[in-house]
């Protein structure tokens, strides 16, 4: 080796790559179960090694190649001497050939490898293609080597590695003998690190190391890449954890640390002008809000655990600020809960954003005004839901009306007439306290059934009706004639609308939110926060209640909404569910627009006349 060679700088990742079983890190069982198929002469076809980047997928393949074609071999433990193992180690000769499955991907390339397989080995005894990131070949490439990875010749064989295996086709997965490399833990990483980092001479902090760890996902050749150039910068000091969260662009405990304090404290401002410090350092809204749902993360952590030691593992915050934490009275848990939902949601928004700093400062505004947030959804009561109580009835005989009287409560004067009727429901605006009992009639006493307690609107009436109310209150003019045109009614019950659709098709279409969403808008006007809506398939067993619709696609005056009938007023007598006469076909009437007259559809099929009295002719998105 001349000085030159000496003197050739390499990057640690190079310079470290694992050149024998034993230096793999963190693949004990791919190793293990390797080194037994060396063992035991049981050497398959074809293998597939899969994983995440930088945990040793091609360095595994190539010791594999190493083993089996060493002057010793097959041996566990390669020579690292003779010209295969270092045709091996310089990537070069004949027996052992790396392809590149990105830049050789065509059917072409495949014809190639296929005619490569042909020749016999040279040096060693097997002939070994290892191809790198084979999800990468087409499926026609996929096709054309299926019959060589299933019947190779003699003392060929096929090394996959991919980090995406969902990708190879199973075709080729089945032919071969899979291994899954797993993401290397953070122990592992800090322990070889600190090896290198005591070779080479670097003067770096334990602490520093966990950092590097606990930022590369599990990659042996990420975290090493990291050690690398923190390198550069401990020529003159040591290199702190700090210095790592500024290379890779963390930020700080104590910048956090604040940040979340003038949140709790509900200081906008100061917020605001802390985000701008982060700024200024160099991290961009999306680095920041991920740095901060960790911090986050971490708090909680440190708030529900009561082992200091084993928190600070799990963190990587040291044991004085983890103390810092828990002295400060505005860190509660519940709350800080609340914060990190709300920061995931504006995450989502703000990697997408086409200006994340807007959406980072709404942010901030958002989760500084929590606790006023929480309180507003407290007391907000729903529309639409009248709270039903349990009253008592005296006794009363059929058919015998109570006269009106007077109900008092502060600034609400009401007048109540109550229906006597055996087995009744009594609902009655919340709160109301009545001051004057109605005197008992005489009577034989009747058993009354039990008052429901649930906050619900009950209908009742002609569904016809109902469902003309609900149309005309939907705002969206495609949908109101979509869903009167398209949509058959099959039933009102529970407060929930049951429509039914011809086929799949229009089924798809009612279910989008353009359409969706007027609909249950318009419903929960006419029947309450629980009204609801449910889609069904049309088949010839489903009974369709025929409806004459009157839709109007003008802005009248609003209607008055229909509200299910209380027994606080005059009773209303229920009319039972009819399916109206089958000439009865639903119409839709436009203001200020004559008709037309109808075409002979007789000649077309159920469907296709359906669908035609639907679009012809009509609005439609």
Known sequence: MNEETKNEYLPLFRKYRPQSFKDVIGQDFTVKAL?????????????????????????????????????NGPTTEPCQKCQSCQDVTNASGLDVIEIDAATNRGIDDAKELINKVQYAPMNGKYKIFIIDEVHMLSKEAFNALLKTFEEPPKNVIFILATTEPHKVIETIVSRCQRFDFRRITIDDIVK????????????????????????????MRDSLAL???????????????????????KLTFDVLFNLTDTILKGDIEASIKE????????????????????????????????????????????????????????????????????????????????????????????????????????????KNIQAVQKVQIAPVQPKVEIKKEEIKQPEIKKEVEIAAKPAIEQKIEPEIKVEKEPEPIEAKPIEAEPIQTEQTVQVSGDPSKIWTEILNKVESIPAKFFYSGVGKLINIENNKIILGFVNQNALTQAKSDNKYNPLLKAIKLILGENGGIEFVTITDKTKIIDTKINVKISNPAPKPEYHAPQTTTNTVEEKPFVEKEENNRPEIKEENEPQTPKQDLSHYTRTTREMLETYNGRVIE
């Open 227 to 249: 050690l690398d150039q923190a390198s550069i910068l401990g020529i003159e000091k040591q290199i702190t954890k700090e210095t790592i969260e500024d290379l890779i662009g």
């Open 275 to 382: 985000v701008e410090k982060i700024y200024e350092k160099g991290s961009d809204p999306r680095n920041f809000v991920e740095n901060y749902i960790e911090f986050l993360r971490n708090i909680i952590l440190i708030l529900s655990s009561k082992n200091e030691d084993e928190v600070s593992n799990l963190t990587l915050i040291s044991k004085e600020n983890i103390q810092k934490i828990k002295e400060n009275a505005l860190f509660e848990q519940k709350k800080l809960i609340k914060i990190l939902d709300k920061v995931i949601d504006f995450y989502k928004e703000i990697k997408t954003a086409t200006n994340p700093y807007i959406w980072a400062e709404l942010m901030i505004i958002n989760i500084s005004n929590i606790d006023i947030l929480s309180v507003e959804a407290q007391v907000q009561i729903p």
């Open 192 to 219: 070889r690190l600190r090896e290198i980092s005591d070779i080479e001479k670097i003067n770096i902090t334990d602490d520093a190391l966990y950092s590097i760890a606990k930022n590369v996902s599990g990659g």
């Open 35 to 71: 080194s037994n198929a060396i063992k035991l002469n049981k050497i398959a076809n074809a293998y597939l090694f899969c994983g995440p980047r930088g945990t040793g997928k091609t360095s595994s393949a190539r010791i594999f190649a190493k083993s089996l074609n060493c002057i």
